[in-house]
């Protein structure tokens, strides 16, 4: 589901939307059957269409993938969720648009990617030479016992970095714990900026300089007829062994990159003024994902919540104070939440603070 933000009858951009759908029709509820031992076991299957007309749903292909699922109103439910955010987030562009103009959008959008396939560049290029590897052995397909083989070396040479998985076990026909390429690439880089490089901000552009080698129908670059619906077991393991090789390939270095998340936040500086707002609008310039969207709404909603919260009347009944124990949500939100502390931090991106946005 897509919308165009448009400027002068002007393709600028795209903002998507994506979410995990409860059920698929699948042969088991809930779409991740275990007992899947085929690609037509695994429920609904389609290429991209269209299902957007002037900003309302197609009643037609509506039905249809109602009547190919047990749930159709969860169904409909979710596609009303991504079209609602969509259009919000094509309203948070258009404001951009209207504010910072075409061009701050685009170079903004641009020089994110380049800038972080730039630092990662560096970041590699000051990592030692050389091969380190790790293995790792799942123990079950979900329905038997069998010993299964995760292999990754890591390989550095310049300013280039190689994720080899060549080695690894090879697929099965019919079990469903296979995986593919792109599922693969999208939780190893979760595993980089979760563990390894959690300052970076959140874009595919972080693997610009990194090269992937695979067996062919491998565990890990399964063919298309293979069943996958429970990819989730070699996934999960792509999230955690990157970290084994780069840790040691990290040991030398003397600063660490995860050092400072543990006890900051990427938040940029919020606060009810309007520089900060504007500040705000910009960071969501910087990152081509919805979540930076998103992200900038929160900080305004939360900027909004504490100025309002700075005029209320004191309460001290013992209602009151249970009641801020507990909120989470809420308007009166507790100055002891963590959340509060977070609203005034900078962010530690350069890129995303006050002084480089003239703000």
């Keep these: 589901m897509?919308?165009?933000?448009?400027?002068?009858?002007?393709?600028?951009?795209?903002?998507?939307?994506?979410?995990?759908?409860?059920?698929?029709?699948?042969?088991?509820?809930?779409?991740?059957?275990?007992?899947?031992?085929?690609?037509?076991?695994?429920?609904?299957k389609m290429s991209p269409f269209k299902v957007i007309e002037n900003f309302q749903l197609r009643r037609d292909l509506v039905t249809f993938l109602q009547n190919m699922?047990?749930?159709?109103?969860?169904?409909?439910?979710?596609?009303?969720?991504?079209?609602?955010?969509?259009?919000?987030?094509?309203?948070?562009?258009?404001?951009?648009?209207e504010?910072?103009?075409?061009?701050?959008?685009?170079?903004?959008?641009?020089?994110?990617?380049?800038?972080?396939?730039?630092?990662?560049?560096?970041?590699?290029?000051?990592l030692p030479d050389g091969t380190t590897r790790v293995l790792t052995f799942p123990d079950s397909t979900l329905r038997e016992n069998a010993l299964l083989k995760f292999s990754l070396a890591v390989t550095v040479k310049g300013d280039?970095?190689?994720?080899?998985?060549?080695?690894?076990?090879?697929?099965?026909?019919?079990?469903?714990?296979?995986?593919?390429?792109?599922?693969?690439?999208?939780?190893?880089?979760t595993s980089y900026l979760q563990n390894v490089w959690p300052d970076l901000p959140q874009t595919m552009a972080v693997f610009g300089p990194v090269?992937?080698?695979?067996?062919?129908?491998?565990?890990?670059?399964?063919?298309?007829?293979?069943?996958?619906?429970?990819?989730?077991?070699?996934?999960?393991?792509?999230?955690?062994?990157?970290?084994?090789?780069?840790?040691?390939?990290?040991?030398?270095?003397?600063?660490?990159?995860?050092?400072w998340w543990r006890r900051s936040t990427t938040s940029p500086v919020l606060s009810s003024t309007a520089a900060s707002r504007r500040t705000a609008r910009m960071s969501a310039i910087s990152a081509p994902t919805s979540m930076a969207m998103a992200r900038?709404?929160?900080?305004?909603?939360?900027?909004?919540?504490?100025?309002?919260?700075?005029?209320?009347?004191?309460v001290t009944s013992a209602k009151w104070k249970s009641s801020k124990r507990s909120c989470r949500s809420c308007a009166s939100v507790p100055s002891r939440w963590p959340g509060s502390r977070r609203l005034r931090q900078v962010s530690r991106w350069p890129w995303l603070r006050d002084d480089r946005l003239g703000a």
């Design 2 to 44: 897509h919308h165009a933000g448009v400027l002068a009858r002007k393709l600028v951009c795209w903002v998507s939307c994506t979410i995990h759908e409860g059920e698929t029709g699948g042969c088991e509820p809930g779409g991740m059957p275990p007992s899947a031992e085929s690609r037509y076991d695994e429920g609904l």
């Design 211 to 259: 090269k992937m080698l695979f067996d062919e129908k491998s565990l890990v670059n399964a063919s298309f007829e293979t069943p996958q619906p429970m990819s989730l077991i070699p996934l999960f393991k792509a999230m955690t062994i990157p970290v084994i090789p780069m840790t040691k390939l990290s040991y030398s270095l003397p600063h660490r990159y995860t050092r």
């Design 160 to 189: 280039t970095m190689t994720l080899d998985f060549r080695g690894s076990s090879p697929e099965f026909m019919n079990r469903s714990i296979n995986t593919n390429q792109a599922s693969l690439k999208t939780m190893l880089l």
């Design 296 to 314: 900038a709404d929160a900080v305004i909603a939360m900027a909004s919540i504490r100025s309002r919260r700075r005029s209320r009347p004191t």
């Design 99 to 126: 504010e910072f103009g075409e061009d701050a959008l685009t170079v903004s959008l641009r020089q994110h990617i380049e800038d972080v396939q730039e630092e990662v560049r560096r970041r590699i290029e000051e």
């Design 69 to 97: 699922v047990r749930d159709p109103k969860l169904q409909l439910e979710d596609m009303k969720v991504k079209l609602h955010t969509c259009l919000r987030l094509r309203e948070r562009v258009l404001a951009v648009l």
